[in-house]
């Protein structure tokens, strides 16, 4: 079946542009996850959801970052006013639901580039 | 103390070694744990999950340690192809409530031939 897929692949923007970026999960995971990693480093926790609420936005970096899940399916990542350290890959994973074993799944990622 | 710890190498091994990697998690009340693969440029997948018990799965071995807060990947007989970085995966119980996935900075393993 299909994977997790996002888009766009890559993304270059100018700085204080806004960006949005998807994420279709595998369907029928009612777990979504939103990850940034940074060239050379580790995977950096932004946001959960469970169906269509979001009980852990923790680690969302300041306010210039939201999410959002519709349907239960698709989520969108949408950065205000880009800054350069804002670039990274953002990696979307899902999972079939919320319990002691939780694989999840990853998609191909979003590489963004703010110039 | 960081929740979950890991070597972040490089690891320089040749073709055929042995090698292992350790990641430390602070949670003792962690009850899940993984190990994730992430080549060059591409996405994690899972590679293992590790039980109790500790579990094989061909030249990979996963091991924990509860008492010493730990867990293990042992690969044997190294292949170029195991060149990579190695992530773990520590998630608490919760009781089927939600649980926070916590991802290590993982270990570079380069294979050299």
């Known amino acids: 079946g299909a994977g997790v897929s996002q888009s766009p692949s890559n993304k270059v923007t100018e700085k204080g542009k806004d960006v949005e970026l998807r994420c279709d999960p595998i369907?029928?995971?009612?777990?979504l996850y939103w990850y940034r990693q940074s060239l050379g480093q580790g995977l950096e926790f932004l946001i959960y959801?469970?169906?269509?609420?979001?009980?852990?936005k923790s680690g969302l970096p300041s306010d210039r970052f939201s999410a959002e899940r519709t349907g239960g399916s698709v989520s969108t990542l949408t950065i205000q006013r880009t800054q350069q350290e804002d670039s990274a890959v953002y990696l979307c994973?899902?999972?079939?639901?919320?319990?002691?074993?939780?694989?999840?799944?990853f998609g191909p990622g979003t590489r963004l580039t703010v110039l | 103390r960081k929740e979950v710890e890991q070597d972040p190498g490089p690891f320089n091994v040749p073709e055929g070694a042995t090698v292992a990697f350790n990641c430390t998690y602070s949670n003792s009340a962690s009850q899940s744990f993984f190990w994730y693969r992430q080549d060059c440029r591409k996405e994690p997948k899972l590679l293992m999950s590790v039980y109790s018990s500790g579990n094989e799965d061909g030249r990979f071995t996963a091991q924990l340690n509860r008492a010493s807060q730990y867990i293990s990947l042992l690969i044997r007989d190294s292949k170029l192809s195991d060149s990579a970085t190695y992530l773990c995966?520590?998630?608490?119980?919760?009781?089927?409530?939600?649980?926070?996935?916590?991802f290590g900075t993982g270990t570079k393993l380069q294979v050299i031939p």
């Open positions: 959801f469970q169906g269509n609420s979001a009980p852990d």
């Open positions: 369907s029928g995971h009612t777990a």
């Open positions: 994973a899902s999972s079939l639901t919320v319990g002691s074993y939780n694989e999840q799944f």
């Open positions: 995966v520590v998630i608490p119980d919760s009781s089927g409530g939600y649980q926070k996935v916590t």
